[in-house]
């Protein structure tokens, strides 16, 4: 499984590439936070259940259970993280606020000071907290138990890795092929052929992405979802599984990713 300089590694990693796209809207208190949910946050079971698992075994499970799992840390811990977050970070940025100000006037960026000091409520503390959560799974979902997580293992039961192959469905690969065209030509239509949406400012054209992505995606996902779940077929697009990387890359990349950028919205 990854270590503790992994998964802080990362997050803070993720959290600094976050600061530099939001020209430091995503400050150092976003990253710090994001990267102690991200490690400390869900191992919090582990520490729970190792502390109980010779005098309370029933607890030890539990806490691994329930604590040590993405949606028990969402639904258990994340809240009294937010919580006690959000009242660390306003005792720290006061502090720091008046030595920033004890220091030379003459050298003090009044600006940048006051933008790096804004103190983050718990809402954004919580947003932070199911960001760092899922930043951890996303590498434990991967990298634990010798590739024999649940959640894994799902994930590849979307494909088809039995030999021979089944016959590919010419729907499926009408399909397929269409939606990958329409992806890829419809975002340089936008960004370069279009002679009026082209020229646009990047948030229209950005705007005009974001509606290509939602609809083109919005319908695989159904596709995926009507042929593999409700038509049960084995092989929906010959051996990728796409619908269990659909739900990792949304739940486990992009989802962390909005919920840092909400963060900052305050």
Known sequence: MPSPFIHIGYALSFGTLIMVSTKGSFTAVHCLLLALNGFIGPDIGNFIAWCFSVTSPMI??????????????????????????????????????????????????REQTNR?????????????????????????????????????????????FKKPMLPL??????????????????FAWIHLFSSSVSQATLTIRLKYTSFLFLVVFSFYFSFLIVSKVILEKKAVVGEEADLGVLVFIIGFHFLPFILCLISTSD
């Not at 469905?169 to 419809?186: D, E, M």
Request: with cysteine; glycine share 6%; net charge neutral.
């Open 116 to 160: 790096t000091l804004v103190p983050l409520s718990m809402k954004d503390c919580y947003l932070l907290a199911v960001a760092g959560c899922l930043l951890h799974f996303q590498l434990d979902h991967i990298f634990e138990e010798d590739g024999q997580d649940n959640f894994y293992r799902w994930i590849l039961s979307t494909g088809y």
């Open 60 to 109: 030890a499970d539990k806490a691994m259970t329930w604590i040590h799992h993405s949606i028990g840390y969402v639904l258990i811990i994340a809240p009294l993280m937010s919580f006690l977050s959000s009242r660390l970070t306003r005792k720290i940025l006061n502090w720091k606020y008046i030595k920033s100000f004890n220091t030379d006037p003459s050298n003090v960026n």
């Open 169 to 186: 469905s010419p729907f499926s690969v009408i399909y397929v092929g269409l939606s990958t065209s329409i992806l890829f030509f419809g």
